[in-house]
């Protein structure tokens, strides 16, 4: 094939006029044809390659056999082109590259494109199903381009945080032992040993305890993890996570470390210099202020409990939440809200359902009046009580949530964020971040459905000293060594300090339903290298896929991973997962049950 290769980038002429200086050199370019403008004096091709954008002109009456070679250009097309740079007549200073354009001298095509399904442009109003199914289109548009470029330089800024700070690289297996606590693994039949199955790791979590066995006392790896799990805007079955662990720390030898790496990353890529330290707040305080154990501390309107202050209320409702000693009353003052409309408010109670509630209080102070339907039930000096309490004034509507404690609280904190969202308190917030930690979680959670205690992180992390003694006596008392960052509303990582002694991982275990046998089964190996003289110890996960969404300001994590799934897990582009044939099958010594498969089928033709 006949080409030249560029000597020059499309993103390299970042110039002002005042520091424009003649170059009688040739530049050679490559890159994509972005569009043709044939103006008839004129022609104008915009080239575009990773690296940026810029004009090139053809003069017609200079050069008619090069105008009319231009005719067959089309939108992604392959060229080179060699020309000599020059400034603008009419500046385009929306793009780095505005002020100058290459007056071209020969081109060539290096490759045609057909037509295709959609224009590659960062304003692009098209079916997600469509991007994803021509991803490799959908990735020559500059913003997501630019995503990838945050996303490589954040790699770079980890590799050399880490390095600086002791730290070494280690690869743990992807296939390794189901052990099926939490979320689903993703199975891979073995076909030497037929009948039996790895699993692809949801984390590292127990082989970098190992390594701290080994004497490994600081590790670290950029690691692929799997989860078979429901997907949402933020979640993917694969994902990445800088997985870290120490010897010989304690919690805020490892929170200090990893609010250095965030001071860093954020200025490096944003140039924000981010306020330290970051606060610590317990988990107990983020719920009862904020309904959520990872708030958003950008703006107020937190949660006040109003129990006592309406405990003798004649409202039924307020009165059957409170004679259970784990229900509150609680609410939150939307400010300047008192305008919301019967319709708005019949919406914000269908969102509310959605987290469980069975209902929405009501009290709008608007124009010196009262207007909520439980005014009858509450007397004056309640009402004036619950304003003063909520520090309510004229123009503000008030949202109340009875229910028991931590429901009450998870519903008030989602209407939070919502109203958030509605009033466009968000938006203007939308270049402030808020970085902090939450710490001291309960160590177990009940789960009614299985009528037993769940590990709140992980069965690996430690309780509290101070809360051991629970274990034998109240387990749900106790709180964990564990702790997440948090971004503007979003879990960054989490992580813990972890048990290190196989007594206690044995209690952990048999609290979590695990007899002898199924804890031997499924973690006898870790119970084992636990009696060879292991380090306190503990570490972090971070979510990357999450870490570059929040720096590229998406809230859609497919547009910071390649070639991501759909919702549904689905890869549009090479059509996994897909069937397999019957050889493949028998020799792993398997086959397909038919009504799965069926069932399966019409699943798909509902879609």
Not at 385 to 410: C, V
Not at 456 to 474: A, I, Y
Not at 573 to 600: C, F, H, R, T, Y
């Amino acid at each position: 094939m006949n080409w030249k290769k560029r000597n020059a980038k499309c993103g390299d002429f970042n110039i002002l006029p005042q520091n424009y200086k003649t170059n009688n050199s040739p530049i050679i370019l490559n890159g994509w044809v972005n569009n043709v403008r044939d103006m008839g004096g004129l022609i104008f091709i915009d080239l575009r390659d990773r690296y940026g954008i810029i004009q090139l002109v053809i003069e017609p009456e200079n050069n008619s056999e090069l105008a009319e070679r231009a005719k067959l250009l089309k939108s992604e097309y392959v060229i080179w082109v060699e020309g000599n740079l020059r400034l603008r007549s009419n500046p385009n200073p929306k793009i780095p590259t505005g002020y100058v354009e290459l007056l071209l001298e020969n081109f060539g095509i290096i490759n045609k494109s057909e037509l295709p399904p959609f224009e590659i442009i960062d304003d692009l109003d098209t079916n997600e199903e469509l991007k994803l199914r021509y991803r490799y289109l959908d990735l020559r548009r500059p913003t997501l381009q630019r995503n990838f470029i945050i996303r490589n330089k954040v790699y770079q800024i980890l590799h050399k945080y880490f390095e600086n700070n002791g730290f070494i690289e280690v690869e743990t297996p992807v296939l390794m032992k189901s052990t099926p606590e939490g979320a689903r693994d993703f199975l891979v039949p073995s076909r030497i040993h037929k009948g039996r199955f790895y699993a692809l790791p949801q984390s590292p979590q127990i082989f970098k305890q190992i390594l701290m066995i080994s004497g490994f006392d600081k590790y670290i790896q950029i690691v692929k993890c799997f989860r078979d799990e429901d997907l949402r805007a933020d979640r993917q079955p694969e994902f990445t996570q800088l997985d870290l662990e120490m010897s010989f720390i304690e919690r805020d030898d490892i929170l200090n470390l990893i609010e250095g790496l965030f001071v860093k990353i954020w200025k490096e890529i944003l140039n924000i210099d981010i306020p330290t330290p970051f606060i610590k707040m317990t988990y107990e305080e983020a719920m009862t202020r904020f309904g959520s154990d990872k708030p958003d501390l950008r703006f107020g309107m937190e949660i006040i409990n109003i129990s006592e202050i309406i405990k003798n209320s004649e409202f039924k409702v307020f009165q059957d939440t409170l004679n259970n000693p784990n229900g509150i009353v609680a609410l939150i003052n939307v400010k300047n809200a008192s305008t919301y409309s019967r319709k708005q408010l019949d919406n914000l109670t269908e969102y509310a359902k959605k987290y469980g509630a069975k209902g929405l209080a009501y009290i709008k102070f608007d124009k010196g009046e009262i207007n909520s339907p439980i005014a009858k039930y509450l007397k004056n000096e309640e009402i004036n009580s619950i304003k003063n309490a909520a520090n309510a004034e004229d123009g503000d509507l008030i949202l109340i949530i009875s229910d028991k404690k931590y429901k009450a609280l998870t519903i008030l904190g989602a209407l939070r964020l919502e109203m958030a969202r509605q009033l466009g308190i968000m938006e203007k917030l939308k270049n402030i971040f808020s970085f902090h930690y939450v710490i001291d979680f309960p160590l177990f959670e009940y789960d009614e459905n299985e009528n037993r205690y769940v590990a709140m992180h992980h069965p690996f992390t430690s309780p509290k000293d101070e809360d051991l003694h629970f274990l034998d006596t109240d387990p749900a008392k106790a709180n964990a060594k564990a702790y997440d960052l948090v971004v503007n509303g979003a879990e960054l990582g989490g992580g813990s300090i972890r048990i290190h002694d196989t007594n206690v991982q044995s209690k952990m275990f048999q609290l979590l339903g695990l007899s002898d046998e199924d804890a031997e089964e499924k973690f006898g190996y870790l119970l084992k290298a636990l009696k060879f003289g292991a380090p306190p110890h503990g570490g972090i996960a971070l979510g990357i896929d999450r870490i570059v969404m929040t720096l590229a300001g998406t809230d859609n994590i497919r547009d910071v991973i390649a070639f991501p799934k759909t919702t549904s897990g689905m890869s549009l582009m090479d059509g996994s997962p897909s069937n397999v044939d019957d050889n493949q099958l028998k020799e792993l010594g398997l086959a397909l049950l038919k009504q799965n498969i069926n069932s399966e089928e019409n699943n798909e033709k509902n879609k």
